[in-house]
């Protein structure tokens, strides 16, 4: 059904969707390539809500010669009046011929209204070249799309043994400076980055995008500039926090998750969520956290905590994926552990795991796993 | 120095070698090729102690092509009469008019010597040509040459986050069957297999190679009736087991390493040996029984034990390399962790490694990591 210049072409609208990957937050990043045969005459992508989307660009560098030519884009066309007019619209005022997309809009609401504006035009449209690739460039906004959850990513870092601290608190650095830079390129491409006042009150972090420690590749792509920061998002269930660390001071928004609202002087930045605690527990609901962040628009989300959340969002079923840095070092059994899950009695009550990337990052050992669902 | 043409051959060279990695113990892998320029004519390994030499079958094959070819060998020829005589003497009758070795014997009493015997009779002789790879072939050889001691190779598994077993004990099986047959392939290449009593104990295991569990591509090279048997060692230093263990009327020998000798009534398979205690403790002293293993001519140990001989292990900076496999799951801090150290107080006291390599074995992971000394 696709040739060879068809997944080439496409290939090369998932790489140029990439390139919004730090600003689009939290609209989808989104590749289009115009093509009269393997002649490529116009590329584009989504770069920051608000602005035009892929296929505008790529038909405003493709001109007049979009007439007969062939679009990829690696998202259905949208076919509603938003911000901008429907990108549908413009390819058959354009005269494209054909157009072929990666996956349909997961929005069940609108899914396959784009192609059928399109098809009813009399343009030849083809969909599912490359999908898993797409899927992959827009995961919190088709998980927010389908499940009305965010995507989360939790991240860890651990000695080989699974330790984190020794018994006496000691940690830092247990992963490497390239590690940490990783860190910074994951928190630049999250929606929000969620923490614990327990994290706040014992590093006064400040869970910030720092464009310097983005590394050159990066740097080369994302100006300083444009530099998104990721809501901060502090779960304080006891209200513990004042506005006396730093990050209440640093550039971006912050989110104080709690059980009522206190009366400390916050900036302007920083907004307190009431979240219902669960049955017979003190603690925030975490799934009710969830729930409200997707509802403000926050599909993607980047946890960096301790033992106790990490477990709390694992025992709830709310992890999509696992990013674990594991140092080259070991620890031993008195030191700190992971992660903090109820006392488990039988083996099939364990954790699984899909493991879908290893790689080193510089001496660190970097995994990530898919959390399989029970 | 070396031509292309040169590292391709003794690359060949290596490849065959390691044909005998299940066989030779404890003599070295040792492979040879000898060429006329590109053109192979004879080629050997060595398979079994006591049984010709590498460089003897490649010269048979040669016959009286050797006369002014090259030889590439990767350990330095022997020099003197051993079980067979000299390879360096049976090199110069052939004619040969170059060698090239990968690297000197280890063995510091001797090494030189047979470099020294070729050049006496006008052999060109040049030596270091893919060191690093020949040196890998023979981990036990060389440590027990130059340290007089043993290669130790720790193996554990675990899950992602560090942990063997649940609270209650329960761990069967943590890993996949494929990571169980990497560990049968590691086994069979060891002189020894180290356990301890609270092991056999606990699971009965049989310690042994099982030549029907190391898959198609090892069995393609090792016949079922050459399957040699590596000693288990087993550390009883309370004289806890009696011969009603399925391990000790299994093929092959036991050592039972012990403070004082029991007087069960073993097979004639199994040996006491008396190993001294460390002071103040009633454990055996770890160094002093590799010191007494590499005695005995046993210089490569794959370690199958628990978090406390692991962590004895590293804390006497026994270990060289980590073979550490972790299933793709999660099992919480309740969970038993992986190796006991002495509680640190500090992050400068951890134990450092170096990750040197890490792959997939079906769905788990294998990491493999040299231990830095301090």
Redo the contacts between chains.
């Keep these: 059904m696709f040739t060879h210049l068809n997944t080439r072409l496409m290939l090369r609208a998932i790489q140029l969707a990439k390139r919004g990957r730090f600003t689009t937050a939290p609209n989808p990043n989104v590749g289009c390539v115009i093509a009269r045969g393997e002649e490529i005459v116009g590329e584009g992508f989504h770069y920051r809500a608000g602005e035009p989307h892929a296929e505008v660009f790529a038909l405003k560098q493709a001109g007049t010669l979009a007439k007969g030519a062939t679009a990829y884009v690696t998202l259905e066309p949208c076919s509603h009046y938003g911000r901008t007019p429907p990108c549908a619209e413009a390819l058959i005022k354009s005269g494209i011929s054909k157009v072929i997309c990666a996956m349909v809009d997961p929005n069940p609401m609108v899914a396959g209204r784009g192609v059928e504006m399109l098809q009813k035009a009399g343009i030849d449209v083809q969909v599912g070249l490359l999908e898993e690739e797409a899927r992959a460039l827009n995961l919190g906004f088709i998980k927010s799309m389908t499940k009305k959850m965010p995507f989360v990513e939790l991240k860890l870092a ?6 984190t601290a ?3 608190g ?3 650095w ?1 992963t490497g400076s390239c590690a940490r830079a990783d860190v910074q390129r994951h928190r630049a491409q999250a929606g929000a980055i969620l923490s614990t006042s327990a994290t706040v009150i014992a590093d006064d972090p400040s869970l910030n995008v720092r464009w310097s420690e983005l590394g050159e590749q990066v740097q080369a792509q994302y100006a300083q500039e444009d530099v998104r920061q990721p809501i901060r998002v502090i779960i304080d269930s006891q209200n513990r926090l004042t506005p006396a660390y730093q990050l209440f001071h640093l550039p971006g928004k912050t989110i104080l998750a709690r059980t009522e609202k206190g009366d400390e002087d916050w900036p302007e930045s920083v907004s307190q969520w009431v979240v219902p605690t669960r049955q017979n527990s003190q603690q925030i609901d975490l799934t009710e956290l969830m729930r409200q962040l997707a509802e403000a628009g926050i599909n993607h989300i980047w946890v960096e905590a301790g ?1 106790g959340l990490a ?1 709390g969002l ?1 025992d709830a079923q709310l992890v999509d994926s ?1 990013i ?1 840095y ?1 140092a ?20 099939d009550q ?6 879908t990337d ?1 790689r ?1 990052v510089d ?1 660190d ?1 970097k ?1 990530t ?1 898919a959390i399989k669902r029970s």
Tied chains: 1, 2.
């Design positions: 651990s000695s080989l043994d699974g330790k020794l018994a006496n000691e940690s830092k247990i033992a477990g694992l696992l674990l594991q080259p070092k070991l620890m031993g059994a008195d030191s700190r552990s992971l992660m903090n899950l109820p006392t488990l009695t039988a083996m364990v954790i699984d795991l899909n493991i290893v080193m001496c050992l995994i796993a």
